[in-house]
């Protein structure tokens, strides 16, 4: 990553301490930590603090300079000598800038320029009578040429094409409990398992299917990262499709929230890096394959018309997806939002990778040298490389978890047709926009009236 050049266009104020830090270093938290909000101090809606960028689309051009703009105001009104903590940098990575400034009446302007493709983010963070604000703004400097870095293996196809056949030697042994009280007259709701890659290995899901007799196209949802219960999807039957939701841990979906809490704390805390030094063994592995079983357990359905098959998700849900897409060839289209789990490599390159960033201490990387050799095995980038099935994609510049940077980083090297939603303004989650937008592209890819 080439270094951020900063200009400070204060007037008349200047900032008061740090100066540059090198870049490149582990990422420092996703936003600023905020001080707990007491009680008795209730938020004022009419505090605006404000970035804004000179460009109103946020892109630039490597060598241009983005003028980033802080503001702060109550009721339209200018707030005059507020002290505002300021973080400007690289994507995600530690910031160039750290700084503490006073806000005039006019505000304060940074300006930043990147010498390579990336994405370049100023945080403001300032307190108003004892209440906390925070804001973000995200410049782009030509996105569409960031260059993948994680390396594809030789075996890449051979190998899962081996884990899904072997998966495959276990009947799927499906079990449906219909679940009266989420049914409807037109919509019948189950609560269902199959087997995965081994015996005692399970998927569950959330499984929505028409009551009207025919055979209808599919939806599978595949889930972001956590511990959590799954919900269906009754407005989609109701449209005439099957939909299916998944978990990934084995476990039910249809439980007490209490029990996917004390998961997440215990038994499946930090379950992504499981075994990572283990190619044959990792976590993810019978993941994948559950995925893919996933799709096998959709074709069995009676209702099913045996070819118009969808696969979505966000997140650690859009990297999924691309695995579905890469590996299934019986998937039609694909709509994946802030994809995880991809670029890992990035850090080796000084920038940062999507989530859950596997290598971004490297200082440490002797140490991490068989957790390299899988890692490019189960990369969302080789995924990504290898789909053949039209998609639509979407995150937005704010993301500080799945960065921007890992998010283009797949997008670009996608050969197959793509559509791209971008909501620059946008964090870790889908728009309602882009969530209508992702919708509509399915249902007219499955042929189904929206």
């Given at each position: 990553?080439?270094?951020?050049?900063l200009?400070?266009?204060?007037?008349?104020v200047?900032?008061?301490?740090?100066a540059?830090?090198?870049?490149?270093?582990?990422?420092?938290?996703?936003?600023?930590p905020?001080?707990?909000?007491?009680?008795?101090v209730?938020?004022?809606?009419s505090?605006?603090?404000?970035?804004?960028?000179?460009?109103?689309?946020?892109?630039?051009?490597?060598g241009d300079?983005?003028r980033f703009?802080?503001?702060?105001d109550?009721?339209?009104?200018?707030i005059?000598?507020?002290?505002?903590?300021?973080q400007?940098?690289?994507?995600?990575?530690t910031?160039?800038?750290?700084?503490t400034?006073?806000?005039?009446?006019?505000?304060l302007t940074?300006a930043a320029?990147?010498?390579?493709?990336?994405?370049?983010?100023?945080?403001a963070t300032?307190?108003?009578?004892?209440?906390?604000?925070?804001?973000?703004a995200?410049?782009?400097?030509?996105?569409e040429?960031?260059?993948?870095?994680t390396p594809?293996?030789?075996?890449?196809?051979?190998?899962w094409?081996?884990?899904?056949a072997?998966?495959?030697?276990?009947p799927?042994?499906?079990?449906?409990v219909?679940?009266?009280?989420?049914?409807?007259?037109?919509?019948?709701?189950y609560?269902?398992?199959?087997?995965?890659?081994?015996?005692?290995?399970?998927i569950?899901g959330?499984?929505?299917?028409?009551t009207?007799?025919?055979?209808?196209?599919?939806?599978?949802?595949?889930?972001?990262?956590?511990?959590?219960?799954?919900f269906p999807?009754v407005?989609?039957?109701k449209?005439?499709?099957i939909?299916?939701?998944?978990?990934?841990h084995?476990?039910?979906?249809?439980?007490?929230?209490l029990?996917?809490?004390?998961?997440?704390a215990?038994a499946?805390?930090?379950?992504?890096?499981?075994?990572?030094?283990?190619?044959d063994n990792?976590?993810?592995?019978?993941?994948?394959?559950?995925v893919?079983?996933?799709?096998d357990?959709?074709?069995?359905?009676p209702?099913?018309?045996?070819?118009?098959y969808a696969?979505?998700?966000?997140?650690?849900g859009?990297?999924l997806?691309?695995?579905?897409g890469?590996?299934?060839?019986?998937?039609t289209?694909?709509?994946?939002?802030?994809?995880?789990?991809?670029?890992?490599?990035?850090?080796?390159h000084g920038r940062?990778?999507?989530?859950?960033?596997?290598?971004?201490?490297?200082?440490?990387?002797?140490?991490?040298?068989?957790?390299?050799?899988?890692?490019?095995y189960?990369?969302?980038?080789?995924?990504?490389?290898?789909?053949?099935?039209?998609?639509i994609?979407?995150?937005g510049f704010?993301?500080?978890?799945?960065p921007p940077?890992?998010?283009?980083?797949i997008y670009?090297?996608i050969?197959a047709a793509?559509?791209?939603?971008?909501?620059?303004?946008?964090?870790?989650?889908?728009?309602?926009e882009?969530?209508?937008?992702?919708?509509?592209f399915?249902?007219?890819?499955?042929?189904?009236q929206p």
């Amino acid at each position: 990553m080439a270094a951020v050049l900063l200009l400070l266009v204060a007037e008349p104020v200047a900032l008061r301490t740090a100066a540059a830090q090198q870049i490149g270093a582990q990422p420092p938290p996703a936003t600023t930590p905020v001080p707990p909000r007491p009680a008795s101090v209730p938020r004022d809606t009419s505090v605006h603090l404000l970035i804004t960028l000179d460009h109103p689309d946020w892109r630039y051009h490597v060598g241009d300079s983005a003028r980033f703009h802080l503001s702060l105001d109550r009721g339209g009104r200018p707030i005059q000598g507020a002290m505002v903590r300021i973080q400007l940098g690289p994507d995600r990575m530690t910031p160039t800038l750290r700084d503490t400034a006073q806000l005039t009446p006019s505000g304060l302007t940074l300006a930043a320029t990147l010498a390579e493709p990336g994405f370049v983010r100023t945080i403001a963070t300032v307190e108003v009578n004892g209440v906390t604000y925070s804001e973000r703004a995200t410049a782009a400097f030509d996105p569409e040429q960031i260059v993948a870095t994680t390396p594809m293996p030789a075996d890449f196809m051979e190998f899962w094409q081996r884990a899904i056949a072997s998966a495959r030697k276990m009947p799927l042994d499906v079990r449906m409990v219909r679940l009266a009280g989420r049914s409807t007259p037109e919509v019948n709701v189950y609560h269902i398992s199959f087997q995965n890659d081994r015996a005692g290995s399970r998927i569950y899901g959330m499984l929505s299917v028409p009551t009207k007799p025919g055979k209808y196209p599919a939806i599978l949802t595949v889930p972001g990262a956590g511990v959590r219960p799954y919900f269906p999807r009754v407005d989609l039957a109701k449209k005439g499709v099957i939909h299916l939701a998944i978990g990934i841990h084995g476990i039910p979906v249809d439980r007490d929230s209490l029990l996917y809490s004390e998961l997440r704390a215990t038994a499946l805390k930090d379950y992504w890096a499981y075994r990572l030094e283990d190619r044959d063994n990792y976590y993810y592995k019978r993941v994948y394959v559950g995925v893919i079983r996933a799709g096998d357990f959709i074709f069995s359905l009676p209702q099913f018309d045996g070819k118009n098959y969808a696969v979505e998700g966000g997140s650690q849900g859009g990297a999924l997806t691309f695995v579905a897409g890469a590996l299934d060839p019986r998937v039609t289209a694909v709509a994946a939002s802030h994809p995880a789990l991809g670029d890992q490599f990035a850090f080796l390159h000084g920038r940062t990778s999507g989530w859950p960033f596997m290598l971004a201490d490297t200082a440490h990387l002797a140490a991490k040298a068989e957790k390299m050799v899988t890692i490019p095995y189960y990369d969302t980038v080789n995924f990504a490389r290898m789909l053949k099935v039209p998609g639509i994609y979407t995150w937005g510049f704010n993301d500080t978890t799945v960065p921007p940077t890992a998010s283009y980083a797949i997008y670009n090297v996608i050969t197959a047709a793509k559509e791209v939603d971008i909501v620059k303004e946008a964090g870790h989650a889908r728009t309602k926009e882009q969530s209508d937008r992702v919708e509509g592209f399915l249902l007219q890819r499955l042929r189904v009236q929206p």
